[in-house]
């Protein structure tokens, strides 16, 4: 018993090394064999482009309905309500780009959202908007008032995310 001290006898060598084709994940198709392609296997074109237009007609909803409800209550027209649909396309159009691209890559809506509705809406019935009188300058004036509060918004949360205090907070 004298040779098991601490001086690196008594054992049988190093450890054998793990097979390479071990530490390799098995491929998702013998793993769900109802799969029929995966996260980083793009589907086929045709495929592709359905899923594309799905994901159009998902989003159109949003895109058309936020502002045909909430133009009309803003003193906007028709002319109001076109412009901003086409803002929402072309930005979910930008976001949805850079989602493919710099993201997680998923097919994510990236566009218009009901969460902002009901403080858009308290925006609109404020009462320093009810002395307007000309509609343009109603509109004008309630979508400066919404563009503020949702740049506010949007540096609370970049300020919350980027500083790591919100991971603290909800744990």
Not at 37 to 52: D, F, H, I, V
Not at 68 to 77: E, I, Y
């Amino acid at each position: 018993m004298a040779g098991q001290g601490g001086g690196g006898g008594g054992g049988g060598g190093a450890a054998p090394k793990p097979k390479q084709d071990e530490l390799l994940p098995h491929p998702v198709k013998e793993q769900l064999p109802g799969v029929a392609y995966c996260m980083t296997s793009p589907p086929p074109w045709p495929e592709a482009l359905l899923l594309g237009f799905q994901h159009y007609l998902v989003m159109l909803g949003t895109t058309v309905l936020i502002p045909t409800s909430l133009v009309p209550q803003m003193g906007g027209g028709n002319e109001e309500k076109a412009k901003m649909i086409q803002t929402l396309l072309f930005v979910a159009g930008v976001n949805t780009l850079f989602q493919t691209l710099f993201g997680t890559r998923l097919p994510a809506v990236v566009g218009g959202s009901y969460t902002y509705l009901p403080t858009t809406i308290s925006i609109i019935l404020a009462g320093r908007y009810t002395d307007i009188v000309n509609p343009q300058e109603k509109f004008e004036r309630i979508m400066r008032g919404i563009q503020g509060a949702l740049i506010v918004a949007s540096t609370l949360q970049i300020v919350l995310g980027f500083s790591g205090l919100w991971r603290n907070l909800a744990s």
